[in-house]
């Protein structure tokens, strides 16, 4: 009885994962694979900005090349969202969201611009504050799970 019980539970341990991450992985979209380099880009800066030298510099403007060409890459995409809306409102969401996007691409560069200033706290303040524009793009435009 115990081994039959070991072995249902050592098969929920190592199928039940792999089920889960399958059916992520059928609903992962291209702007999600973007947005997921942003993301890793954007983390690593937050991380190594904080305690910030003149000579990491080169790699702090590669993280900052690495988003805003995710960003731009994005602004391209549609979210999935905009295929859960009537036809007739399709348009506008498109807009909104393009819009949305180029105010991400504006407040990038002007970071960028900061680390190239070597203003790294500012710029570390700033990476900081993304997370609003962050977190309003995704209310507003990221389709429910
Ligand atoms: C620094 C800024 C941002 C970061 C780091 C970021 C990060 C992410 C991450 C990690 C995901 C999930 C990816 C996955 O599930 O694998 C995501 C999805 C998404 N994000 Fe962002 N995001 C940012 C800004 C924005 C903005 C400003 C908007 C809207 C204007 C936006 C719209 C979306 C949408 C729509 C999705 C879902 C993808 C789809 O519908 O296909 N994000 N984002």
Known sequence: MR????????TMTVALPSL?????EGEH???DTSMDKMNDAYRDLRRSIRDATEEQKPGYLALMEIMIKEAKAGKDMVPEKVAELPEAKQADMIT?????MDGLITELEEIFTLIEQNQFDEASTALRGLRTIKSEGHDRFRKED
């Open 96 to 100: 909104a969201y393009k819009k949305e």
């Open 3 to 10: 081994i039959i019980l070991l072995t249902i539970l050592l």
């Open 29 to 31: 979209t291209a702007l």
């Open 20 to 24: 889960v991450s399958a059916s992520e």
